[in-house]
């Protein structure tokens, strides 16, 4: 009894190793060669697999796709638990802005975020997981915001999620457009965004 249940757990394991690499291989195709220009079979080959074997795990390039939603997520763990500690709400806010633009603005994060984006424009349903994480990040910062709000170091009145995705636009947009920059050129767009996005919220 004991040797299956430890033969199972073996299983699981391995498998989900296996899709792990799936994954993260169909990532690195998408940023090198685009979503569209990617096959299936180029993701199996690279990963070393046979295209069977991909097919036991995945049916298509958009159930890839969710997948690596979930990578995202859990890439934006660190992130999410910096937006969910206790502190000055400035504070917290200026880091959220120095640690989102350092995740968004590495290259690799760039490019796939460009083709997923543009793929969910012809597909919407692809960018489901994307969108919940998305939702998730500006729940955390709108209540962030709430709390400055409150505690008066913010002083604008405004809807606080409107305001949470929109600082998460701006620094999304700063991120991509500086993303193959110099260090020194992403430092100075960090430290004016913050001061420009602090000021907006009537920063005191």
Same mark, same amino acid.
């Given at each position: 009894?004991?040797?299956?249940?430890?033969?199972?757990r073996?299983r699981e394991?391995s498998?989900?190793?296996?899709r792990?690499?799936?994954?993260?291989?169909?990532?690195?195709?998408?940023?090198?060669?685009?979503?569209h220009q990617?096959s $299936?079979?180029?993701?199996?080959?690279?990963?070393?697999?046979?295209?069977?074997?991909l097919y036991?795990?995945?049916d298509?390039?958009?159930?890839?796709?969710?997948?690596?939603?979930e990578?995202?997520?859990d890439?934006?763990?660190?992130?999410?638990? #910096?937006?969910a500690t206790?502190?000055?709400?400035v504070?917290?806010?200026?880091r959220?802005i120095?640690d989102y633009?350092?995740?968004?603005?590495?290259?690799?994060?760039t490019?796939?975020?460009?083709?997923i984006?543009?793929?969910?424009?012809?597909?919407p349903? $692809?960018?489901?997981?994307f969108?919940?994480?998305r939702q998730a990040?500006a729940?955390?910062?709108?209540?962030?915001?709430?709390? #400055?709000?409150e505690?008066?170091?913010?002083?604008?009145?405004?809807?606080?999620?409107?305001?949470?995705?929109?600082?998460?636009?701006?620094?999304?947009?700063?991120?991509m457009r500086?993303?193959f920059?110099?260090?020194?050129?992403?430092?100075?767009?960090?430290?004016?965004?913050?001061?420009?996005?602090?000021?907006?919220?009537?920063?005191?």
């Open positions: 009894m004991a040797k299956n249940v430890k033969d199972k073996l394991k498998t989900e190793a296996r792990r690499l799936i994954v993260e291989t169909a990532a690195e195709c998408f940023i090198d060669k685009g979503f990617t $299936i079979r180029d993701i199996a080959s690279r990963a070393g697999i046979s295209l069977g074997n036991n795990h995945f298509s390039k958009a159930d890839l796709i969710a997948e690596i939603a990578l995202e997520a890439g934006m763990t660190a992130i999410e638990a #910096g937006l206790t502190g000055d709400p504070t917290i806010l200026d959220f120095e633009f350092a995740y968004a603005a590495k290259p690799e994060n490019v796939l975020a460009a083709e984006f543009a793929e969910a424009v012809r597909n349903a $692809i960018g489901d997981g969108s919940r994480n990040l729940g955390r910062l709108g209540n962030v915001l709430a709390r #400055g709000f505690g008066r170091q913010l002083a604008t009145n405004t809807e606080i999620m409107d305001a949470a995705h929109l600082i998460i636009d701006l620094v999304e947009g700063a991120a500086l993303a920059s110099s260090k020194k050129s992403r430092r100075t767009a960090v430290t004016t965004l913050k001061v420009m996005i602090r000021r907006s919220l009537g920063d005191r």
